[in-house]
């Protein structure tokens, strides 16, 4: 018999973000806040890295918590118009806490996933280059790419990700900007054409390697309609079982949408704060541990969900 914590305040998050991405504290500073917040189960799944992995491996976690390392993918449909959606990828196999995983992971798989990520890190610092570039060429600024990269070392938190973000605290830094909304509103407006995973073969990678895989705020970037509702079906027979449905970005009539799709295709729901920092720069506020969702969500539910992750089979 699997067992979860029965007491009423049994409280989960299962996506949020460090320093290694685009998030505000260290990997140990996020856990002990997790932790400050008495989160049950609590996941880290930082964009398209799997460094805040390796930096807590041998983080202590308290008996009344389980802490999953997870990652967050960036990724593209071939089903939806290229839409593009995230897809959170838990490894349940590296827990640490009160359970416990059945299932061994297929290390082969991950060993590609890590490839594939390696590859993608090549292709993002590419793009960067080209930035640096053009706010030369462009708009006439004195920046280089060896200054920035240098820059970005020296105060970027453990091994944060070469993004736009740090560009525009560079340009903070060099006061070409005030802050870093007025560097990406005076310089970092352009679209730069990115290389996206895509989404169903990650689904297919993540359930053969026993990952858990979870469409992330499924609605944050496409609209609801009937293509879409195929999709989930589709999507449902690559191996994807759980969905985020209260997470701080989905609207009440998003929820109300996902909750149908959840009950047709018989989809676990997870909660999430998504949490970057207090308060993101789109304006929607985040608490570590989704307090208003965990409310939302019974008991039961998030037993179903946190049974399923610890003893899902392909």
Known sequence: MFNVNSQAQ??????????????????????????????????????????????????????????IPGIELTTRSCLLDEADFHLVLLFP????????????????????????????????????????????????????????????????????????????KYLVHKQYAKSVQHAFDTYLYQNIPSQYFQLEEMIQLAVNMNAIPILAHPLQYVQISQQLSQCFKIWKGMGL??????????????????RKIAKQNKFFQSIASDFHNEERSNGWKSDLGNTKGNQLVSLAEKQRLIKYIFTAKK
């Open 10 to 67: 049994f409280k989960i998050d299962l996506h949020s973000h460090t320093s290694c991405s685009d998030g505000k504290y260290t990997p140990f500073e996020l856990i002990k806040r997790a932790i400050s917040v008495d989160l049950s189960v609590f996941a880290i799944t930082d964009h398209d890295n799997m460094d805040s992995i390796e930096i807590v491996k041998d983080v202590s976690i308290p008996s009344t918590m389980t802490f």
């Open 93 to 168: 196999q590296m827990s640490k806490g009160q359970y416990k995983c059945r299932q061994i992971i297929n290390k082969s798989k991950l060993n590609h996933l890590k490839q594939l990520l390696q590859d993608n890190l090549y292709v993002r610092e590419q793009r960067m280059r080209w930035l640096i570039e053009h706010l030369k060429t462009q708009h006439k600024l004195e920046v280089e790419w060896q200054e920035f990269h240098e820059y970005h070392l020296v105060n970027a938190k453990n091994r944060e990700l070469i993004q736009r973000y740090s560009i525009a």
């Open 241 to 258: 079982r759980v969905i985020e449905i209260e997470h701080p970005a989905m609207s009440p009539s998003d929820k109300k949408y996902l």
